[in-house]
């Protein structure tokens, strides 16, 4: 049978190695299947081309653009979703299994297309408020964040050879920054697949990413400043990759999730017969079994109240008896082999070494039955549990991980220990904590927050919802401190942050305004004799102004709003209660105010503006009361394009507005954003 090598994507153009390269098998049967080599490319080539092409190609689009463009690559790739599922099952990945990595990996790059909404409809972003550095506001400070002009450079684990490439390009692209993909070589052939359909669909710009199938031995040796490198893998690795004397002397960032000694924890407050009790052994099965305990946030630790110990061992065998072990071909099968013999022998290793010094309850790495395979020729493994009976004495199960179905079970006596066997990994990328009981939910959260990067609280009112124990989102933060490798991925926004450069601007108001395209107070502003509400979204401009007509504020106005509104607090409508107070008489509603001043703002005639979509950042600065005369300006602040959802759909984008309502004495008694949706001119 002739064995395929793998394709390599290098400078526009698949290449293959100039040697045969290392020989890939097949998880279930054994069988080679491919070869991977990465010998002729030249790295340093690589990384110019990514830098010069794929990333000016990328820094050219907007934020929008390239959120649509990740949908746009979601939905390529859904579509050939049935053809990955078949390449997954020679990695023993499961249908289940294949679902996390392939759906999973897709589902990111739609969260992350769903993220452009949060940023403008520019090709940088201008992060926070700004800063008043003078005292007549003639001189202030803002921050802008662009996108670094490097290359992101990606090495992968081999659990997840989808999810793994998908989670982390979509964060790199949505910020305008190319990458190369180094997946582990075991799994490659899936990525490769994956990949090229990738590249297939044109809908990236060329240069934006790039492929190593192969060794990638040597690619540090050309990173520069702005280079980004993640590394997904053991800490061992990724500690040798930290400390590349390029990483060092070019200060180049380096995010590292290495595996960890993830635990879960019983509450002491749960029994059997309790929700939460099944709760408990359902999470703790699924993260032994699923990708045959293969994921970097599998629980390996099994923290319970240790007069549950017999229970939970009881009920544990039960549940994996019934886990049937073989091809994940076949519909009956809930766990297929590990990724490959290699890997199986390591885990074996690392089983051995955890035997010195505890003892296995459940499973025999010699006596177990597979459906559907040979389980020497397949990487075929069963769920082991061992039980530490002095865990803070036996310490190898806080120091050794077996990445395979494998875990400990450890007893504690009381929460402060419970605590501390947690801690005693080290630092993890995720824990969790099974309680029907708030207050110790919150006790151990608070106790083992700072080493773990995610902890999740599971009880009745969640379970049924919860993604689990094992499954990282992409909205928030993935990774963990010391063994974890102390490194972020995902986060949403906080994830497009790192690739890029955040620059503190100053200057005045209006040169702040016209670089950021976002109106900033005190900024010059510009009057027309048209009113905004009767422009389309095209022809409004940052700083154009609307200065309205004035009202005198009266107690009438003030009890009207009260008899409409319903409110009636003491301070609107009470005059003899305001002893004590910072008010000296009745004083206007802070919205009456606000709507008076959409009263003054607003022009009643049908145009371009479609309706009202919001308000941020709304403050009363100043008590307003009767007598007193308020006046408005009205400023576009901010326009954001939005994308048409069907051909019959309205062109249309977002406008924030600065509303500044000020007094007689020009003082400003309330300042708010009010976001308009508004019609394009152009329809096309």
């Known amino acids: 049978m002739s064995v395929t090598q793998l394709k390599n994507y290098a400078e526009g153009k698949w290449v293959n190695g100039t040697k045969e390269g290392e020989t890939l098998h097949n998880a279930v049967t054994g069988a080679a299947i491919y070869t991977a080599s990465s010998d002729g490319l030249d790295f340093g080539a690589m990384m110019q081309y990514a830098r010069k092409v794929g990333g000016k190609a990328l820094r050219k689009l907007t934020f929008q653009e390239r959120g649509r463009m990740l949908k746009a690559l979601a939905l390529h790739l859904q579509e050939r979703k049935e053809y990955f599922y078949t390449i997954s099952a020679m990695t023993g990945a499961t249908r289940a299994d294949s679902w996390v990595d392939i759906e999973g990996g897709i589902g990111n790059l739609f969260s992350y297309a769903s993220l452009r909404k949060q940023f403008p409809d520019e090709r940088f972003y201008v992060d926070g408020e700004a800063a008043k550095l003078s005292k007549n506001n003639t001189f202030i400070g803002h921050h802008i964040m662009v996108p670094k002009e490097g290359v992101a ?3 992968n684990a081999f659990n997840f050879p989808v999810w793994g490439m998908l989670e982390k390009i979509a964060v790199n692209l949505l910020a305008g920054v190319p990458a190369i993909v180094k997946p582990a070589t075991l799994t490659s052939y899936l990525t490769e697949v994956v990949f090229e359909e990738i590249i297939k669909s044109n809908i990236l710009p060329e240069g934006s990413l790039q492929l190593i199938c192969g060794s990638a031995r040597g690619i540090l040796d050309t990173i520069e400043t702005e280079d980004t490198v993640t590394f997904t893998g053991s800490a061992s690795t990724g500690k040798m990759l930290k400390s590349h004397p390029r990483i060092l002397s070019e200060a180049v960032s380096f995010t590292m999730e290495a595996d960890s000694l993830n635990c879960c924890i019983l509450g002491s407050d749960v029994h059997p017969g309790m929700p939460e009790f099944d709760i408990f052994i359902k999470e703790v099965v699924r993260e032994i079994t699923t990708k045959a305990g293969q994921k970097c946030t599998a629980i390996r630790r099994i923290i319970v109240p240790a007069d549950r110990v017999e229970d939970v061992q009881i009920a544990l065998g039960k549940r994996l008896m019934s886990n049937t072990i073989g091809d994940p071909s076949i519909k009956e099968v809930r766990m ?3 990724a490959g013999i290699g890997q199986r022998n390591e885990v074996r290793e690392r089983v051995q070494q955890l035997s010195l010094s505890q003892r296995i309850v459940i499973g025999n790495l010699d006596s177990f039955e597979v459906l559907g395979a040979d389980k020497e020729k397949g990487a075929f493994l069963p769920p082991v549990i061992f039980y530490n009976d002095d865990p803070f004495v036996k310490t190898d199960c806080h120091n050794i ?9 450890i ?12 801690r005693m990994g080290k630092g993890s990328l995720v824990s969790s904590v099974v309680t029907a009981d708030d207050d110790i939910a919150k006790e151990i959260v608070l106790g083992t927050a700072t080493m773990h990067g995610r902890i999740l609280i599971l009880n009745s009112d969640c379970a049924k919802e919860s993604t689990g124990h094992g499954s990282p989102m992409p909205m928030l933060v993935h990774g963990g401190p010391g063994r974890a490798g102390g490194g972020e991925e995902m986060g949403g926004k906080r994830g497009v942050m790192h690739y890029l ?12 305004s016209h670089i950021t395209n976002v109106y900033q107070q005190f900024g010059k502003q510009h ?3 048209k009113h905004p509400f009767k422009k389309y979204f095209e022809e409004l401009e940052i700083s154009e102004t609307l200065v309205t007509a004035k009202h005198t ?3 009438a106005d003030i009890t009207n709003f009260a008899n409409v509104s319903g409110d009636n607090f003491y301070a609107h409508m009470d005059a003899t209660s305001l002893e004590g107070t910072i008010f000296e008489g009745r004083v206007a509603h802070g919205y009456f105010i606000l709507s008076k001043a959409a009263g003054l703002f607003v022009d009643a005639k049908k145009g371009p503006v479609l309706l009202n979509y919001g308000i941020d950042e709304c403050r009363f600065t100043k008590p307003v009361y009767p007598g007193m005369t308020i006046g408005v300006k009205l400023t576009v602040k901010e326009k954001t394009a939005q994308e048409k959802r069907s051909e019959d759909d309205i062109a249309k984008g977002i406008v924030k507005w600065l509303v500044e309502v000020y007094d007689q004495t020009n003082e400003t ?5 009010i976001l308009t949706m508004v019609k394009m001119k152009n329809q096309g």
């Not at 929460?415 to 066997?421: G, K, N, S, T, V």
């Not at 008694?669 to 954003?673: D, K, P, Q």
């Open 669 to 673: 008694v309330a300042i708010a954003t």
């Open 501 to 512: 450069q955040r620059t503190a601007i100053q200057g005045s108001p209006t040169t702040i």
């Open 401 to 409: 991980e077996a990445f395979g179905p494998v875990s400990t079970i």
């Open 153 to 155: 450079i990606h090495i």
């Open 527 to 529: 009057e027309y004799d």
């Open 336 to 338: 297929g082999p590990l």
């Open 411 to 422: 007893p504690y006596n009381n929460i402060d220990e419970a605590i501390e066997l947690s």
């Open 553 to 555: 504020v009266t107690e």
